[in-house]
């Protein structure tokens, strides 16, 4: 076999994470590429947590309903999961906890043989899951002594009594692949920023956002980031127009009720002409919501927040290797067309782990902004391309005015309707220019059957489960990364030869839909689901066979 | 930028009277002579709010960064934290840096970033036309409160020293030397520097007379001492009779912000950096 | 003559307002109903000030650019108005701050002659135009005894000297219209709360909205209106949220700014379904922008406000009748299906006079909230219509929670997939029986020729200028009230047998026109403005001319 | 509702040993008490915040307003202001009250709105898993800012004090008996009140060790001496080795907030409130 998913479940504080984490890792070693989804209420202890990892030789990017080894810390997990298994699922549960049917592995008894604490459980599940993979004891001990931070021996031998309880029930086809970093989409982010030169993150804590600022926060200052976690969401968007207009490489990062926040310094930015990365990650809502379960619903919202008219750029990657080129690319876009510039997230994305393949990573080559300084300087003077060069204090001989209100070329205010229109009518070459850019862009990707005449439309964190279930069905996929603007005309060529569409989004309104309508698409179909739970292959699937023809 | 004219070409529209040419002209002054000390105009950087102090920015021939209304304190506290070696002063408004951010002066204050804060105080919204502020005594009658306020002012200098803020003083419009000599030391305090501005608003909210009535110089108080600075802050409420001190109430050292104590870089490249991680996660 | 068109300008602080105002009711007195521009930078004192009244028998809606008598104040009001002077335009002026050509008025001479204030110029101002415009004199001092507040007399005989000084250049035709009352949009919209009920107003100050908390603010209170001015706009959205929770109808106010901190507001307005009404006056964008000028460039940006999806109901009322009538329905609406709903408004509207015939407003009849209790209540108890029924604390025998996170039928916090599904189900019958309702309203109006094959496409205050050009061009104009949920059945009705349509905005980007394409209609052409001044009617007439056949 | 059980049948996720149900239990037995002092229990209304403090809206059978991240405090004015006779208590977090929402905090000590707040004050953001928060020690290692703050915390007794509020006291979760004595005078209070509750919290910033070795009863001061409870409110600055002091600081009287001083309808009807405007528009 060459397709495993395993599912390990147990209450928050159960460390289900980690025990997920740690399969990846193992897959991950035997050369198989791994894909974590990981579900969990918003609680810190009790509640229940589970994991889905599913490892293939290349990269699978979305989770199967049906699961080959589902490892039970408690009776919870085989409950609500009945039907993820199948005839051939090795269920592994602890025996303290959960009774069958299935493999008991006497889970107290091993803590207590090696004088172990309560959180090694998982430890102990993990080796179970390795023995009925079918992997050696040796892949585990170098797995664990790897990826373990404390107590490795004694979590290690907790792993081998449990690796000895079970049996073994897959035997995963040998596979060459050589192991690749295993991250969340969120760390992607931070590594496409940290490549492309940060200079600061500024952001308040919000899933499924955190985990960004968590990373950026203790790997960012080491390398020079400065990382700011300031009093709230207002502070986080205009402290980086301050960082953007002192001349720093500013991200910030946030989720639906947070960016609201930010709308105002959104629109400041917009007209300051100040170069921000807003990261927003989308989780489900209205207002809170489920805090930590995902949705497509923000798009129209990301589209025109902030009061008035200016251009934005906007890119929604599909996995974590996407979103590393892509967050360069949005920074550097950021920088060279001075707006704002969003990388769309979503909690599938943000907290779903992907290996990553750096030899794929792309991303606009940094090219940075126009700088030089006319003189005296304007800020804001006008240009064929609508670009103003860029310079920041302090710049000897010269006074760099940028201003929220309507203003001349030198940044000072103005009410004269003229200056305004000057103003405006530049604003809006740049938006031009900015669209121009993205036609340089692989701004649209096709995937699935690429002479299918059946196209699923799809953005951002779906795009894995389109293409996996359009592969199966022989379906073209069509799926613009860039938003904004729309890269109209690559996506029509994209649609040639399409006689039918499906639009798949997590959302109840069809944005993605409402989006193309807006360029002369009328989709014929809509796939879409809203209670925050990821589409699976095979659901996606029955799904779309569901759509007539 | 040597010997420069600090005012720019820019129209004055403050009303005859306004307060606003006092703090005008008394920056000017400072900043005249902190370039005469070495201080090159271009490390100044001025951030304002939205309201007729904000004007201000356009006034000036410096650098600026004319911000939204009650978010002057995160846009200089980004700049600052983006180049130390820029002066970073924020002309603030009493509704803007009371009412509608509040929030981020504390925690500026909290923080103890190196900036300075020059609250416009004329206790009232005057660019919006005359509505009361945190500061308006009780009673004020204002275009949103015409029958009367009901609420006591804020006292923004107790609300400062409760919220840590090393450098806290008042100043008054009409007493331009004193506030000359409060900018220049607010200006050259390690540290946040609060100065609360008792501002004339000619057209909504003119206290001459009751200002003249009672303001004195503070003289004579240890002004390292919180103990005192909370009871000379206090010895003034905002709208009773009673005297009004001016000059500076409490000034301490303390360690400046930043963000994380790691001073240095420890990675040769972000490549290395980069790498790093990405090995770690195989 | 029956149609005239008088400006006064002045410096600000010069009172040009309230010289405005005394034509308007001048011409309100002599059977002229009146409508007023005003014109001014965002400063106290100094900038140049205008205003243009027009009054006809009728009401006009709009103003014309070229004027019939233009008062000066200042020298500036010549030389900036110059191309509005006509062969027939009487230019009166200031003699002593100011020279003609016109007819000069020794304004210092009068003033020190009654020992009167500078103050008083402009009544001085308002005579002359009295007997320029040919009204007799008994008229002047009723009007004067009726609006001047202090000093009456002496501003009568400053005035009436004024009077003597010029001769009359215009004789309006007698029109026997009796003298209705003379409003803002933003009192239209306060008188339209306080006939429907209003418990509450919640504002900051922000220009253009402000005006509607001070009348509010004035009048509110002595009729029980709680009017509550805090400390920024993300409280203003949360109290107002608390008045509704408590059972209090309750309106908020703002412009782009404001309402970018209220968005966070709005989606657990959605999420809880609390009913606020949100009045939000337009102003130029992006950021602080020009605050005292016009757009209508936030209607995407009100469309799609607030994290995730939740219904909400907009109208766009085009003059200040429609106003007082529509603000009651906002309320109304809000109620009755407890969500948010706007009265979307610009500069022009909230800040512009139009007399207003009372007996021309509607509005849906109060018929209130489905109320009544479970028991034991469950305040989102699943129904029909989508629509719980509402029940308020203190109610004796029950609880009542309302909830931001996605929550059962009780209130209580849930992240059961399949009761989410069944609340964000319920939540979109809201929609549905609010999209009934609205076909049920008259959400959409046309205008101008009926039968016109060509039709201007227009919403908000660009109604009347759009009327009167397209009246003239024997165009129909159809015009969306409502814009969400979008009346698409009556709007493309309304369309039968149009083959030419021409889009009006104030804005770049064409945002109605980009609303219309999603419900199908793409629209010819489009006419748009975007430095905040109000189309006037040969402007706009032109403007429609030049567009292609 | 007589005899009811005030505790909901949802189930309880906070973690073992975590203070909130200290808290809980407190509030569920002040709650008795005063229903048997004959206050409905229909006319209580709590408001919360986001956070693991703010399950306690679902976890009270009581009417509940479970709002935003920081927004307690407006939310339950406008409650209080619809209707006077509810009896309003905000559940706010630290990182809510004093972080994203200070603002609100403020104003509302400012206006002396009656309303109680008890600030479940553990010191760190417990439920998005542990970032510092305004009261977080200086050196706290939070995911936000693994290598320790550098800032000093606020101390939010001083702020509440410099606001105006007129009931000012710390509580702790492992003093019950005095919490639900400070909790009782605190809804009883007449005006705004403000209880900082030292809460443990076991996941992220278990200070149980700390606080048993420092805290004390307050006893014998002037209650309503605002110097001495500035003092007694600066003792402990929430980070060194200082004993912290635990009661009731500050209580005095003063005038309830109403939006404008009128009180009586004047109109007969909206009707003719209407008609009278519209008549002096012609
Ligand atoms: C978010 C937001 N709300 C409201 C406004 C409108 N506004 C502009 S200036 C101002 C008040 C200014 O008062 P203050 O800060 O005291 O400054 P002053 O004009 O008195 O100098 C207001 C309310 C705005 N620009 N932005
Ligand atoms: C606007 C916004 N920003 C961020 C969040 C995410 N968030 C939810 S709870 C929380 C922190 C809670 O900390 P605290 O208020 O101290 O409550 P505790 O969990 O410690 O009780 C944060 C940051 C949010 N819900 N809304
Ligand atoms: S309104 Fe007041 S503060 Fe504003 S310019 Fe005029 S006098 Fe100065
Ligand atoms: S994380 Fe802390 S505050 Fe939250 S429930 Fe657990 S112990 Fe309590
Ligand atoms: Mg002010
Ligand atoms: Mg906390």
Known sequence: MDDLSVLVGGRAGDGINIAGMMIAWLMNASGYRPHMYYDYPSLIKGGHNFAIVRGTPGQPRAIRTRVDILLALNQDTIEKHRDRIHESTAVLFNADRAKGP?????????????????????????????????????????????????????????????????????????????????????????????CSGLDAYVAYPMTPSSSL?????????????????????????????????????????TSGGGFCLMTEGLSLAGMAELPVVIVMSQRTGPSTGLPTYSAQSDLHFVLHAGHGEFPRFICAPGDATETMSWSKTALEIAWRYQVPSFVLMDKHLSEGFFSIDTERVGGVAVRGPETGVASPLRRYIDSPSGVSPLAFPPAAGHVIKVNSYAHDESGITTEDPVIVELMTQKRLRKEASLEAEVQRLPAVVTGGNPGGTTAVLCFGSTAGVSEEAAERLRYRVVRPVVLEPFPAKAFHDALSGVERTICVEENVKGQLSL??????????????????????????????????? | MTSRDFISEVQNTWCPGCGNFAIQHTMKKVFMELEGEGVVPESLVLVTGIGCHAKIADYFNLNSFYTLHG??????????????????????????????????????????????????????????????????????????????????????????????????????????????????????????????????????????????????????????????????????????????????IYQKEGPIYEPTPEKEVLWGSRKDLVMHVLDSRT
């Open chain 2, 71 to 248: 978010r002057t304190l995160p846009v200089a506290t980004g700049i600052k934290l983006a180049n130390r070696d820029l002066t970073v002063i924020c002309h603030a408004g009493d509704g803007d840096a009371l009412a509608e951010g509040l929030d981020h002066l504390i925690f500026a204050a909290k923080r103890n970033i190196d900036l300075t804060v020059i609250l416009h105080d004329n206790r009232v919204y005057g660019l919006t036309t005359g509505q009361y502020t945190p500061t308006s005594p009780i009673g004020f009658k204002g275009r949103s409160t015409p029958h009367g306020t009901t609420e006591f002012p804020l006292n923004p200098l107790r609300l400062m020293l409760a919220s840590g803020a090393t450098f806290v003083a008042r100043g008054y419009t009409r007493r331009m030397p004193l506030l000359k000599s409060l900018v220049k030391a607010a200006l050259t305090h390690r540290g946040f520097a609060f100065i609360d501005v008792l501002q004339v608003c000619a057209s909504y909210a003119n206290l001459t007379d009751y200002y003249e009535k009672r303001v004195y110089e503070l003289k004579g108080h240890d002004t390292g001492s919180y103990e005192d600075a909370t009871m000379i802050a206090g010895e003034w409420d905002y709208y009773s009779d009673s005297p009004i001190g001016l000059g500076l």
């Open chain 1, 515 to 549: 989006l193309l309508r807006r360029h002369g698409l009328m989709t014929d179909h809509e796939v879409r689901r809203s209670d925050g739970r990821p589409f699976e292959v095979e659901y996606l699937i029955k799904r779309l066979e569901e759509v007539p023809l």
């Open chain 1, 102 to 194: 299935g493999e008991g592995i006497p889970v107290s008894d091993i803590l207590k043989r090696h004088d172990a604490q309560a959180v090694m459980e998982n430890s102990c599940l993990v080796g179970a899951f390795a023995k009925s993979a079918g992997m050696p004891t040796n892949l585990v001990s170098s797995v664990f002594k790897r990826h373990i931070p404390r107590y490795v021996e004694k979590n290690l031998d907790v792993a081998l009594d449990g690796y000895d309880s079970v049996r073994t029930s897959h035997n995963l086809a040998p596979s060459l692949s050589r192991p690749l970093p295993v991250v969340s989409g969120n760390e992607a982010a931070g590594l496409g920023f940290l």
């Open chain 1, 213 to 253: 600022l968590h990373f950026l926060a203790e790997h960012g200052p080491p390398a020079g980031v400065t990382v700011v976690h300031p009093e709230n969401e207002i502070a986080v968007m205009l402290m980086a127009a301050g960082f953007a207009y002192a001349g720093r490489k500013v991200a910030v990062g």
